[in-house]
């Protein structure tokens, strides 16, 4: 069953898109429409919905904020029907030109990655509409091209996927979680409180709920490296932490999406430093 739902924050629209197999989707994903701008363009399983919503909007420009499946979807679509410019960063525009990788939950709810050459390579630190000014942050962390716009005068945050959620229980295999909390920590320094995640939308608020993850990631993350020190294997840095894998998503995922990944990012992170 394919879900979707319109929302509006002040002059802000927005689509929320999922596919339920049993019921009602287990996750969904917003894109956002502002004076002309979109920014994401859904995932390729609700393409005729999402191109509904659109057909009767002033759509000038796009921006993409990270290449991921459920954010870059129609991209192709939306290059053939409007005719409008589809910004990303340099990251993203030559992300979504290769082969990426996709686990099977990914392919059943969100359908398989696009490949493109339409996303130009945006490198100006600033992406303007007739009425708003965004500023362009990369945050990279879940994915390294990702980028979030903030509208300073208006107190307007688009997190792309840096927040979800206060707390989260699992990772993708590529995942940082040192880059995600600088990358948070980033955010929690500007003056907003809309906070418009693409996942988990916030209108009020916004900010306390961003320091909030960044104290529950620093110090997942300082217990992973005291037992990492011990001489603790992942698995057992895992019970130690009083952290559970969730096995049937494990499995499901192929290893792509599960709690052993956050642990391990850790342990990457450190690593590296």
């Not at 197999?21 to 994401?40: M, R």
């Not at 686990?103 to 969100?110: A, D, M, N």
């Not at 956050?262 to 450190?270: A, C, L, P, Q």
Request: charged share 20%; proline share 7%.
């Amino acid at each position: 069953m394919h879900y979707t739902k319109r929302h509006r924050f002040g002059p802000i629209e927005s689509l929320q898109m999922g596919v339920g197999y049993f019921g009602p989707p287990p996750v969904s994903v917003h894109s956002f429409f502002i004076d002309g701008l979109l920014i994401d363009t859904g995932p390729p399983k609700l393409k005729r919905e999402f191109l509904h919503w659109l057909e009767s909007k002033p759509l000038k420009q796009v921006y993409i904020t990270h290449h991921h499946e459920d954010h870059s979807g129609n991209i192709n679509s939306i290059a053939t029907q409007f005719k409008v410019p589809i910004y990303g960063s340099l990251g993203c525009s030559e992300l979504v030109q290769g082969q990426v990788a996709t686990s099977l939950p990914q392919r059943l709810f969100w359908g398989p990655p696009v490949f493109t050459d339409c996303v130009a390579a945006y490198e100006q630190s600033r992406l303007s509409t007739p009425k708003y000014d965004f500023e362009l942050l990369p945050i990279p962390g879940h994915a390294e091209d990702q980028v979030a716009l903030y509208e300073p005068n208006q107190g307007w945050l688009f997190s792309a996927d840096a927040f979800v959620g206060p707390q989260i229980k699992y990772f993708m295999k590529k995942e940082s979680m040192a880059q995600q909390i600088q990358s948070l920590k980033k955010m929690a320094s500007l003056d907003f409180d809309l906070l418009l995640c693409c996942h988990t939308p916030v209108v009020k608020g916004g900010k306390a709920l961003i320091e909030q993850k960044i104290h529950y990631l620093e110090q997942y993350y300082a217990a992973v490296v005291y037992y990492h020190r011990k001489g603790q294997s992942p698995r057992q840095i895992l019970k130690s932490i009083g952290a559970k894998e969730r096995w049937g998503q494990y499995f499901f995922s192929g290893g792509n999406m599960c709690a052993i990944n956050m642990v391990k990012s850790v342990i990457r992170d450190e690593k590296n430093r």
